[in-house]
């Protein structure tokens, strides 16, 4: 049994700042790549920003510059740093990680919940 689980959404006012968390747990042989996505209200859901086993990640064009992706693989954990938020990066952000719980098993998509981020004065 896998579970991914995001921490640290909120409400923050335009221009601040919010670091989201999501950590994976229980039978975990390897994790490849996380990753963030997001979903606004009446919007498809839409990749923020992956990043490979190795530490090498990828943003999308709206994001560059603003957010930093980062991993903790000892902790099989992915960091979302946001600076410089925008009330349109309002949305649910939900973690991604792509798992192999044993050697034997292929891996597969794993998701949060997701955790809601309001940018709003």
């Known amino acids: 049994q896998v579970q991914v689980a995001e921490s640290g959404g909120g409400l923050v006012q335009p221009g601040g700042s919010l670091r989201l968390s999501c950590a994976a747990s229980g039978s975990i042989f390897s994790i490849n790549a996380m990753g963030w996505y997001r979903q606004a209200p009446g919007k498809q859901r839409e990749l923020v920003a992956g990043?490979?086993?190795?530490?090498?990640?990828n943003y999308a064009d709206s994001v560059k510059g603003r957010f930093t992706i980062s991993r903790d693989n000892a902790k099989n954990t992915v960091y979302l740093q946001m600076n410089s938020l925008k009330p349109e990066d309002t949305a649910v952000y939900y973690c991604n990680a792509n798992i192999r719980s044993s050697s034997w098993l292929r891996a597969i998509d794993y998701w949060g919940t997701g955790t809601l981020v309001t940018v709003s004065s």
């Open positions: 990043i490979s086993s190795g530490g090498i990640a």
